[in-house]
């Protein structure tokens, strides 16, 4: 579990493509207080595993999933990252609960300046949309962020300068693809209203209330 406070940006050594995953080796300096052989890392929002560790780089595999629902496949070497260490029990929530199992992508559209806050317009699919509230939270390259507004196939937020030069969001350009994590609150509501809702029926559709209504 992560909260979405970026602890380092990091940088991509190198990338080892194979023919349906990739192995990445990324290099950092405070997230290796502690880090461990088989710790979880989110990068740029993904959780990874640490997978070997070694002079403040270590590796980790990406498996074609991860690859086809995320940004990762358009690193190369000397990339950016945002990089945030799995958080301990004794931890605070400075943002709110990432999983680090991302949900898909969006681009940005437009970036408008305002004093000292930076305005993003992300596009993405209405799938990802649908789980989207105003003033809701959404970790955007697993940077926790509160959504300003939004319309049918986009949202707003906006950054101050400390998130702009402590994440790499503020590298972003219009049309850079970034990872969207929805709030997972929203995910687990929906699943348990659908239970509910589908608990009476059998399979040839006959409901409690179709029952009810009969006299039953």
Same mark, same amino acid.
């Given at each position: 579990?992560?909260?979405?406070?970026?602890?380092?940006?990091?940088? @991509? #050594? $190198?990338?080892?493509?194979?023919?349906?995953?990739?192995?990445?080796?990324?290099?950092?300096?405070?997230?290796?207080?502690?880090?461990?052989?088989g710790d979880s890392v989110a990068v740029n929002g993904v959780c990874l595993t640490v997978s070997s560790l070694d002079n403040k780089i270590f590796t980790a595999d990406i498996m074609r999933e991860t690859?086809?629902?995320?940004?990762?496949?358009?690193?190369?070497?000397?990339?950016?990252?945002?990089? *945030?260490?799995?958080?301990? $029990?004794?931890?605070?929530? /400075?943002?709110? +609960? @990432?999983? /680090?199992?991302?949900?898909?992508?969006?681009?940005? *559209? !437009?970036? #408008?300046?305002?004093?000292?806050?930076?305005?993003?317009?992300?596009?993405?699919? *209405?799938?990802?949309?649908?789980? +989207?509230? *105003?003033?809701?939270?959404?970790?955007?390259?697993?940077?926790?962020?509160? @959504?300003?507004?939004?319309?049918? !196939?986009?949202?707003? #937020?906006?950054?101050?300068?400390?998130?702009?030069?402590?994440? +790499?969001?503020?590298?972003?350009?219009?049309?850079?693809?970034? !990872?969207?994590? !929805?709030? +997972? #609150?929203?995910?687990?509501?929906e699943k348990l209203i659908f239970a509910q809702e589908n608990a009476g029926k059998s399979r040839d559709g006959i409901t409690m209330n179709m029952l009810e209504k009969a006299g039953f």
């Amino acid at each position: 579990m992560f909260t979405g406070i970026i602890e380092e940006v990091g940088k @991509v #050594v $190198s990338i080892k493509p194979g023919l349906k995953s990739s192995i990445l080796w990324i290099q950092g300096a405070e997230i290796f207080d502690d880090l461990k052989l088989g710790d979880s890392v989110a990068v740029n929002g993904v959780c990874l595993t640490v997978s070997s560790l070694d002079n403040k780089i270590f590796t980790a595999d990406i498996m074609r999933e991860t690859l086809s629902r995320s940004s990762l496949a358009k690193l190369t070497g000397g990339s950016a990252v945002n990089l *945030e260490r799995a958080m301990p $029990s004794t931890g605070r929530f /400075g943002g709110h +609960i @990432v999983s /680090g199992h991302i949900d898909g992508t969006g681009e940005v *559209e !437009n970036i #408008v300046r305002e004093d000292n806050a930076i305005w993003f317009t992300i596009n993405t699919s *209405e799938k990802i949309m649908k789980y +989207i509230v *105003e003033k809701g939270s959404i970790a955007i390259d697993g940077t926790s962020l509160t @959504v300003a507004d939004l319309k049918k !196939n986009s949202f707003r #937020v906006s950054i101050i300068p400390h998130t702009g030069k402590s994440t +790499i969001l503020g590298t972003k350009r219009i049309g850079s693809i970034v !990872n969207l994590e !929805n709030d +997972i #609150v929203g995910k687990y509501i929906e699943k348990l209203i659908f239970a509910q809702e589908n608990a009476g029926k059998s399979r040839d559709g006959i409901t409690m209330n179709m029952l009810e209504k009969a006299g039953f």
